[in-house]
């Protein structure tokens, strides 16, 4: 299913309000100790036409098993801020429950600790699947398992499912000629990290990967970038969003038509297929 921007099939609502939990959040040492209650409410993105038509529990999720799910999770560790337990609870939805798109957590501390006459501290914490597109490359040591690694690295915290992945690809560098081939690849996955912690996190599979970025465009035992996160356009100092080289790039457009060939450009408003036959062409070996 297509998610966020791209989506295609406009999602249903399902809503659990108010459920009761006393847990032991709390900057407090008391609020440790003692606990308190909290209240939590969800609103989740989902289709529920197919269980409508179907009439089957599967095709849908069982409300009280979630509830039941969301209470244990909400008690496993014990935290300072509310705004912690909150976003764990959206993060562990999305991990645990797939036909849940996208999800609002609201959390309501009754008793916080002030000095003042209120009904409630409310927050809310919003996550959902976005469709992010990742170039990788590679051109030291043993190029085809720094790939894999990259790929088991990038899935192992459950933040992000690669749903589909390019060959591997053999190409010329690009920018800087004095160095080996590159073993390139592209590929799709979903992810809940925003853009900029997406960013954060394959500079982090980089690093530990060994690479050093010493020559602009040289040699490099891991390259990964963000090509197209679902159509968002962005030009943030982090990460600029679509990928501003990619459609100069055949060692990125091959890979990506392989798996998205009518993916379009959020910019240029053309498909993978038609930047692919605007660039020069060059020698590619499928290795795969």
Same mark, same amino acid.
């Given at each position: 299913?297509?998610?966020?921007?791209?989506?295609?099939?406009?999602?249903?609502? %399902?809503?659990?309000?108010? =459920? &009761?939990?006393?847990?032991?959040? +709390?900057? %407090?040492?008391?609020?440790?100790?003692?606990?308190?209650?909290?209240? #939590?409410?969800?609103?989740?993105?989902?289709?529920?036409?197919?269980?409508?038509?179907?009439? @089957?529990?599967?095709?849908?999720?069982?409300? +009280?098993? #979630?509830?039941?799910?969301?209470?244990? @999770?909400?008690?496993?560790?014990?935290?300072?801020?509310? @705004?912690?337990?909150?976003?764990?609870?959206?993060?562990?939805?999305?991990?645990?429950?797939?036909?849940?798109? +996208?999800?609002?957590?609201?959390?309501?501390? $009754?008793?916080?600790?002030? &000095?003042?006459?209120?009904?409630?501290?409310?927050?809310?914490?919003? !996550? !959902?699947?976005?469709?992010?597109?990742?170039?990788?490359?590679?051109?030291?040591?043993?190029?085809?398992?720094?790939?894999?690694?990259?790929?088991?690295?990038?899935?192992?915290?459950?933040?992000? /499912?690669?749903? &589909?992945?390019?060959?591997?690809?053999?190409?010329? $560098?690009? +920018?800087?000629?004095?160095?080996?081939?590159?073993?390139?690849?592209?590929?799709?996955?979903? *992810?809940?990290?925003?853009?900029?912690?997406?960013?954060?996190?394959?500079?982090?599979?980089? *690093?530990?990967?060994?690479?050093? !970025?010493?020559?602009?465009?040289?040699?490099?035992?891991?390259?990964?970038?963000?090509?197209?996160?679902?159509?968002?356009?962005?030009?943030?100092?982090?990460?600029?969003?679509?990928?501003?080289?990619?459609?100069? !790039?055949?060692?990125? =457009? &091959?890979?990506? /038509?392989?798996?998205?060939?009518?993916?379009?450009?959020?910019?240029?408003?053309?498909?993978?297929?038609?930047?692919?036959?605007?660039?020069?062409?060059?020698?590619?070996?499928?290795?795969?």
């Amino acid at each position: 299913m297509p998610s966020s921007a791209a989506e295609v099939i406009k999602l249903d609502k %399902m809503y659990i309000r108010n =459920l &009761k939990i006393f847990a032991n959040h +709390g900057v %407090m040492p008391e609020e440790k100790r003692l606990g308190q209650l909290f209240v #939590l409410s969800m609103e989740l993105d989902l289709d529920l036409k197919k269980a409508g038509r179907s009439r @089957e529990i599967s095709d849908t999720v069982h409300y +009280g098993e #979630l509830c039941e799910a969301v209470s244990r @999770e909400f008690v496993r560790e014990t935290y300072d801020l509310i @705004e912690t337990a909150a976003l764990n609870i959206a993060e562990f939805i999305l991990r645990e429950y797939p036909l849940i798109r +996208g999800v609002k957590v609201f959390l309501q501390k $009754p008793w916080a600790p002030v &000095k003042m006459q209120l009904d409630t501290i409310e927050i809310m914490v919003e !996550r !959902r699947w976005h469709r992010a597109y990742i170039g990788l490359g590679s051109n030291m040591g043993d190029k085809e398992e720094n790939l894999k690694h990259a790929m088991r690295r990038l899935e192992e915290k459950g933040h992000t /499912k690669i749903l &589909k992945c390019s060959s591997f690809m053999e190409t010329e $560098p690009w +920018g800087y000629a004095d160095q080996d081939k590159f073993l390139n690849a592209v590929i799709e996955a979903d *992810t809940f990290l925003e853009p900029e912690e997406l960013m954060d996190m394959l500079m982090a599979i980089e *690093t530990k990967l060994g690479r050093k !970025r010493e020559i602009k465009w040289g040699p490099r035992t891991m390259d990964l970038d963000v090509l197209l996160y679902d159509d968002l356009i962005s030009n943030e100092e982090k990460i600029i969003l679509p990928h501003p080289l990619m459609q100069d !790039r055949e060692f990125v =457009l &091959k890979p990506l /038509k392989e798996i998205a060939p009518y993916l379009i450009h959020p910019v240029l408003h053309k498909s993978i297929t038609v930047l692919l036959e605007n660039i020069p062409v060059s020698t590619y070996n499928d290795i795969s």
